[in-house]
């Protein structure tokens, strides 16, 4: 008999505005060097948002940047579920190619959590896909905050942006703020066997610009 799988509520996440430079260095990566900066609402916060800045990058002219959201499963343990860990790669290469940076946001999961992520992750395995499995834990399909990534350009003064996306949601964040969305840059990563449906979810129902 399989147990019943309930959600636990998620703690209210920091506001934009509550967002504090907290902390640098500068890390040395197999991209190359990056100015690791964290932003958080208080400096004993164990995840904060990250920002990685290319040593020269320049907030004079536009930036190539990529806002991408925690996730744990496959940027650090390479899951083949999604395609986020080879997003984070192609992005920290262009980041370190062009003197960019990424954002890293602490918003694993489209904002539900690891423990979400792996019952919802449990319900996909029953048919489910990845918008019914959130839907059935009483959870939204997305609930990042893109406001916090524009708080953290503001902070490093950069005006206009190149976007590493396919997302529209993340182009739609920038239409009432006061940095100006300059172009689009794909970021096409060819699916395999494991995360097919997941892919033709994100593209078919989410919209994810893929062509």
Excluded: W
């Excluded at 190359?32 to 164990?46: N, W």
């Excluded at 949601?169 to 969305?181: H, Q």
């Amino acid at each position: 008999m399989t147990a019943k799988i309930t959600s636990p509520k998620m703690p209210p996440l920091p506001t934009a505005e509550d967002l504090v430079r907290q902390a640098e260095a500068v890390i040395p990566t197999p991209y190359g060097d990056f100015l690791m900066i964290a932003y958080s609402d208080s400096a004993t916060d164990y995840a904060p948002h990250l920002a990685l800045v290319h040593p020269e990058m320049d907030p004079e002219k536009p930036v190539v940047i990529r806002m991408h959201s925690e996730c744990i499963t496959g940027d650090l343990f390479g899951s083949k579920r999604c395609d986020c860990g080879e997003q984070l790669d192609f992005a920290l290469t262009q980041a370190a190619a062009k003197k960019g940076m990424v954002i890293y946001l602490r918003q694993e999961g489209r904002g539900i959590g690891i423990i979400n992520k792996l019952k919802a992750y449990q319900l996909q395995d029953t048919g489910l896909d990845t918008i019914e499995a959130n839907l059935h834990l009483g959870l939204e399909v997305d609930s990042r905050q893109y406001d916090i990534a524009e708080k953290i350009l503001e902070d490093l003064q950069v005006s206009e942006v190149k976007l590493l996306t396919n997302n529209p949601t993340k182009i739609y964040a920038f239409d009432n703020s006061d940095i100006k969305m300059v172009e689009r840059l794909p970021i096409v990563i060819p699916a395999v066997k494991e995360n097919e449906d997941y892919l033709r979810t994100k593209e078919e129902s989410m919209g994810h610009l893929f062509k």
